[in-house]
């Protein structure tokens, strides 16, 4: 019975903390009350430290634990962050040596003034609860104060994509009081660019971190001038993917489009097959390759330069076939139209006469060709000469009772040199070398479209 008040009292002894315990047992004393009672005597949470004294300096750091999503859509990135703020509190003082510290239940906050610091730019945010609430509160002898939280937020950041996606972005991470002015808190990074950890180690799946750095600044608004401190942090997109899923195919199908300049023109469906299907191929590419991006038009982004300059080619190729076609076809179209016209001719001049289309009228000089030698082609040059009408009716009549006069065999050869040369002004005189010179012009036109491309983008 005796053991077992003894044993109780122990129990209550240590829930109380009224007894301590040596190497001879239990000690049973009164103990002194807790620090974080005495502390709370008298304290007053809505009032912030240095009361009328002058403001408040706190210090911040970060730990980014990890950037979840990158958003080139919504121009946003979503991360978690632990935030660990320091600042001193007279009210909060304790006797110790000074780096005695008490730490308190994070469901303790109520209790205590803590700084009202907010991030402008988040979309949004949440503090995790798994499985209590995510804070921390430690209180040094010295009156200072740790206050630790982990928060998960979206970012806003505003991206320039016109280099996209060889782009290069700056973000930023904002902290900013929201009810105090600079009258009231100061902030300030603790160990400045060291005050920011885990951006080193951190891997992302489409960006790499180049660098980054903190800076101090204000806000200023209509309300007055708070503190802000700023982190900024440089992303550079891999580009390497891009290569493998845009950039290669769409070279490709460029250079599929010229396997029809060495199809003969007479395959018009194997040339349209190759013309058409590289044209929709190009067109489903362009289309995923927006899925991703923002619907927006102020951003004329370099992907789109280059899919633009890829359907342009193949576009150029298909038209250039049509073009082929359409003056083979006009080609063979005039040199029936040719072999008709002498036939014609023939037929109608076969016994030597020429039909007199008109009367000739009194008082009237009449036109009559006078055919020379033969020229270097072979055939008699005709030239007209006045006559009266008397004399060109007679000399006329002679000349179709004669030999024929110049409309024989030599002068049809006079209307082929005509029809020849109207040939030439209407067609081209070789439509398969279009074929030919489309095999060089091409491939060195795309060739140096891709030069100044890459240079502009990746050096300008």
Known sequence: MLINIQETRICKCLLARRCFRSDQGFIMFPCPDPPVEKLMKGYNRYLRPNFNEGPVEIGMSLDIASIDAISEINMDYTATIFLRQRWRDSRLVFPGNGNESVSVDGR???LLWIPDTFIPDSKRSFLHDVTVE?????????????YALRITATIACNMDLTKYPMDRQVCTLQLESWGYNLQDVVFYWTRGNDSVKGLDT??????????YYTSVSEAVYETGNYPKLVLHFALRRNVLFFILETYVPSTLLVVLSWVS?????????ARTCIGVTTVLTMTTL???ARTSLPNANCFIKAIDVYLGICFTFIFGALLEYA??????MQHQTLEELQRDLLRDFKESNGNGSIPMSRSVQPNQSVEIASCADEDEDGGRTCRPEAKSPDVAAHETGLKVRGS??????????????ASHKVA???SVENPHNIDRHSRAVFPMAFLFVNVLYWLYYLFI
């Open 202 to 211: 951190l891997r992302l799946a489409q960006y790499s971190i180049e660098s």
């Open 134 to 146: 995510n804070r921390l509160i430690r209180i040094f002898s010295n009156g200072t104060v740790l």
């Open 108 to 110: 303790l906050v109520s």
């Open 404 to 417: 024929g006069g110049c409309m024989d065999g030599r002068c049809t050869s006079s209307v082929r040199r």
């Open 286 to 288: 362009m289309m995923g």
């Open 323 to 328: 073009c082929a076609h359409f003056c083979t």
């Open 424 to 426: 030439r002004v209407f």
């Open 261 to 269: 300049f060495w199809i003969s023109q007479s395959s018009v469906p």
